[in-house]
Nanobody, 123 residues
Framework: VQLQASGGGLVQPGGSLRLSCAAS????????MGWFRQAPGEEREFVSA????????LSAASVKGRFTMSRDNARNTVYLEMSSLKPEDTAVYYC?????????????????WGQGTLVTVSS
């Protein structure tokens, strides 16, 4: 099982980035997916989640209206489109998979985790 996150980098405040997470080693379409992040010195926090097919999404209040999560089951990939980025969005972003239909904000419900990609928002 592998979740490979990519797309992080340095961006100025107000800018945009798109993160990708490519999955392999499991039946992707049977898993809900989530994005979490962890800033330096902080606990890991929920960002967004999506159901097994597009249509069911859940987002943290801090990113609602700025971040959009999507998935492409044909490519076994999920995306996180981030816009209007703020310095407080700086963190390592992790993708994770959760077997089943329901989406969840609870990290303990997720089965597999990727290695993370660093997003730095700074001028």
């Amino acid at each position: 099982v592998q979740l490979q996150a990519s797309g992080g980098g340095l961006v100025q405040p107000g800018g945009s980035l798109r993160l990708s997470c490519a999955a392999s080693g499991f039946t992707f379409s049977r898993y809900a997916m989530g994005w979490f992040r962890q800033a330096p010195g902080e606990e890991r926090e929920f960002v967004s989640a999506i159901g097994r097919i597009e249509g069911t999404t859940l987002s943290a209040a801090s990113v609602k209206g700025r971040f959009t999560m999507s998935r492409d089951n044909a490519r076994n990939t999920v995306y996180l489109e981030m816009s209007s980025l703020k310095p407080e969005d700086t963190a390592v972003y992790y993708c994770a998979s959760k077997f089943g239909v329901t989406v969840s904000m609870d990290a303990s419900r997720y089965d597999y985790w990727g290695q993370g990609t660093l997003v730095t928002v700074s001028s």
